[in-house]
């Protein structure tokens, strides 16, 4: 009997051991996987979005501004004569659309629209350029003016920007634009070029009228010009071809 007790009291101290060594021993884990940064993110929502598509946006390198009066009905003489009676003004309505539409304020203004449903294109990539290209260039050079590979390439240029007043007409802003449909091509894209024209009625301010009021009419006015711009190009059999 002595020697059964002694046998079970071996026992229970051997399972005592054993859980104690249990509890002392480490709990391997498996660590998550680190979550990707909101950049990382949002590059690949953008790479998924875009299929690689991009489109290049280029800001205009002229202005013009030409005023208009009853003497230009009366022949080239006429006509000379409105142009050198308006030269120092329209010079400084120039700069004011200059100031106004910079190149910066330009790029911004067209990426902050739907360019995607706008130009009827697939969804794409949006790519601002700070500086204009030549305007010598912008209709002889066929090739894509950035460096990329991407398999659905577009160009879109502001060509000129023009602020007219006519004596019959009124104060207007016309925008020449220009869109190239490259594809997969890195050369002779489809090409649709135009004019957006609309209204204005506070630029340029007079003196002691609201300027930042008149700038802000010459923007809403110049996304304007595009939209009526980027209508015609949707209808552009050559643009359709080339999608």
């Not at 190149?103 to 449903?117: I, N, P, Y």
Request: one cysteine or more; a neutral charge; glycine letters at 6%.
């Amino acid at each position: 009997m002595k020697k059964i007790s002694y046998l079970l009291c071996i026992g229970c101290m051997m399972v005592s051991t054993l859980a104690a060594a249990q509890e002392a021993a480490p709990v391997a884990s498996t660590a998550p996987e680190e979550a990707p940064s909101a950049a990382q993110a949002a590059v690949a929502a953008d790479q998924a979005t875009s299929n690689g598509c991009e489109i290049h946006i280029w800001p205009a390198e002229r202005f013009t501004a030409r005023t208009t009066g009853w003497l230009s009905g009366f022949g080239a003489i006429g006509a000379m004569a409105d142009a050198s009676g308006h030269a120092t003004g329209d010079a400084a309505r120039r700069g004011n659309l200059a100031s106004a539409l910079e190149s910066e304020s330009q790029t911004q203004l067209l990426a902050s629209m739907d360019l995607v449903k706008l130009l009827n294109t697939q969804s794409a990539t949006i790519i601002r350029h700070s500086e204009p290209l030549d305007r010598k260039t912008v209709n002889k050079i066929m090739e894509r003016r950035a460096q990329s590979q991407s398999p659905c390439y577009s160009e879109l240029m502001v060509t000129d920007i023009f602020y007219q007043k006519a004596a019959i007409y009124g104060r207007s802003l016309k925008t020449l634009f220009m869109f190239r449909r490259f594809g997969a091509a890195q050369t002779n894209p489809a090409i649709y070029k135009g004019w957006g024209g609309n209204g204005l009625k506070l630029f340029p301010p007079k003196e002691g009228e609201d300027v930042q009021a008149a700038n802000a009419e010459l923007v809403s006015v110049f996304k304007s010009d595009f939209e009526e711009f980027a209508k015609n190009a949707r209808m552009s059999p050559a643009l359709a071809s080339a999608k």
